[in-house]
C-alpha cells in the first residue's frame, strides 16, 4: 500500500536529516544515501543506506495537478520508511517553495535538482541548466527556507535537526560542475550563503560536467578541490562511481575497509568502472556517498556486499507482498539484482537466460515460483557474503 499525499501521514515522527549525517559521523562512517529509485527504499534500508531521494517532481506541475502529486510523491506505510527527500525540479522561486510546502508534511526535506544533463530538462532551464544561474537558485532556496519557516516547519538553526516534535525540514541542492572550477566555487559560494545564515543544509556533487558521459570516470580532482574548500561548512555527498565500498576511486579515514585501490586514469573497464592503479587520493572532508545504478543492481552495497546475495532478493521479494509493485517494475528490479552488477566481480545470480524467462513472465505467482526454484538451485552462483561480516 503507498501513502499518497492526501492521506494522513504515517505513523513515525520525521527528524531532521541533519540527524542523520551527525549519527554517521559519530558512527565514523559515511552518510549513504539512495539515488532517486522507486519502489526500492524498504530493501535498501535493510542493508544499510540512510537516506533516499524521490525521482525528480516538477514543481510546476506538482503545485497545479493533484493527479501530480499523488502520482509522483509517495511513500510507504508497509513497514518503517526509509527516510526521504523530495527532489524538485523548477527555475522559479515561488513555484519550488509552494512545491515544497505542500511536499514537507510527508518528506523529510527538499532538494533542488541542478544536476539533470537530459536535454528536454536543459531546454526548460531546469536540471543541469541551472549551473549557469547562480543568483536564481540562490534565490529559490532563501524563498524555499522563508515558506517552509513561515508553515512553522523548523529551518535554519542547529537547534532544528533536535527538534522534538520532527519538525525539522532541510534544503539542499544536488549540482554538477563546471569545466572552469572557479564557476562551481563561485556557484556554490553564491548559494550557500554567509556562515551565520546559510541556505542549505547541505551539498551533493555529481563530478562530471553537464556534457561529460556517464561511462567517463568522474573528475576526482573536481571533488578534492570542492570538498576541501566546503567540506567543513556543510556535509558533502558524492554521486558518481560508487560501484562497490572496496572498490571507491579515493580514501578517507571513514571507509572500513580500505579501498583496494583508486584511480586518476581514464582507462575503463567495459562496465565504467576505473581499471585498478596502486595510487590513492585522499578525501577526508566526504561526509557520504550516492549510489544510483550499482545500488538498484546491488541492493546491499552499503553493507558491504561486492555483488548482491540473494538475501536482498528476498528481501526485496518480501516487500513487495506487503506493498505491491506493478509487475513488469517489479520484474525490472530483480533482472538488475540478479544481472552482473557494477564491481570487479562479474557474477550473476542468474544466467542471462534465466533474466530472459524472467522477463517473459506474465503474473506474480509465476515470478515468486520462478525466484524460489532458481535460488534452491543455486542460480549461477553461491549467496555471496559480505566482508564486513553481516
Not at 173 to 178: A, N, S
Not at 222 to 245: I, R
Request: glycine share 8%.
Amino acid at each position: 500500500m503507498d501513502y499518497n499525499i492526501g492521506q494522513e501521514q504515517p505513523p513515525g515522527a520525521r527528524s531532521h536529516p541533519l540527524k542523520l549525517f551527525d549519527a554517521a559521523k559519530s558512527q565514523g562512517r559515511y552518510l549513504y544515501a539512495c539515488a532517486p529509485m522507486l519502489a526500492f527504499r524498504q530493501t535498501v534500508r535493510h542493508f544499510g543506506t540512510d537516506l533516499c531521494w524521490t525521482p525528480m517532481i516538477l514543481a510546476k506541475e506538482f503545485n497545479r495537478n493533484s493527479f501530480a502529486r499523488d502520482s509522483d510523491l509517495s511513500v510507504s506505510t508497509a513497514g518503517p520508511e526509509l527516510p526521504t527527500i523530495a527532489q524538485f525540479g523548477s527555475n522559479s522561486p515561488l513555484e519550488l517553495s509552494r512545491a515544497s510546502s505542500l511536499a514537507a508534511p510527508f518528506v523529510n526535506g527538499v532538494d533542488l535538482n541542478c544536476g539533470c544533463p537530459q536535454s528536454w530538462a536543459c531546454a526548460e532551464i531546469l536540471g543541469a541548466a541551472l549551473m549557469e544561474k547562480r543568483e536564481l537558485v540562490r534565490d529559490m532556496v532563501i524563498a524555499t527556507r522563508q515558506r517552509l519557516r513561515d508553515d512553522g516547519w523548523g529551518v535554519g538553526k542547529e537547534a532544528d535537526r533536535d527538534n522534538p516534535e520532527g519538525k525539522g525540514r532541510s534544503v539542499s541542492v544536488k549540482i554538477r560542475v563546471h569545466k572552469d572550477l572557479r564557476k562551481t566555487v563561485d556557484f556554490i559560494t553564491t548559494v550557500l550563503g554567509d556562515e551565520q545564515n546559510r541556505n542549505i543544509d547541505w551539498l551533493t556533487i555529481h563530478p562530471r560536467t553537464r556534457y561529460t558521459q556517464s561511462s567517463l570516470p568522474i573528475n576526482l580532482e573536481a571533488l578534492e578541490l570542492l570538498t576541501n574548500m566546503f567540506g567543513d561548512k556543510l556535509p558533502v555527498l558524492v554521486s558518481g562511481n560508487v560501484f562497490t565500498l572496496s572498490t571507491l576511486p579515493y580514501t578517507s579515514h571513514l571507509l572500513e575497509p580500505q579501498p583496494t585501490f583508486t584511480s586518476n586514469s581514464n582507462k575503463l573497464e567495459t562496465n565504467g568502472t576505473p581499471v585498478l592503479s596502486n595510487t590513492r587520493l585522499q578525501i577526508p572532508k566526504l561526509a557520504g556517498l550516492m549510489s544510483a545504478r550499482a545500488l538498484l543492481a546491488n541492493p546491499a552495497l552499503f553493507a558491504g556486499y561486492e555483488t548482491c546475495p540473494w538475501e536482498a532478493v528476498d528481501v526485496f521479494m518480501n516487500n513487495v507482498a506487503r506493498a505491491p509493485l506493478p509487475l513488469k517494475l517489479g520484474i525490472h528490479h530483480l533482472t538488475e539484482m540478479c544481472g552482473a552488477g557494477f564491481g570487479p566481480n562479474r557474477s550473476a545470480l542468474l544466467s542471462k537466460g534465466q533474466r530472459i524467462r524472467l522477463i517473459e513472465l506474465e503474473n506474480w505467482i509465476d515470478v515468486i515460483d520462478f525466484m524460489d526454484s532458481a535460488k534452491e538451485t543455486g542460480g549461477t552462483r553461491p549467496i555471496a557474503r559480505s566482508p564486513l561480516g553481516l
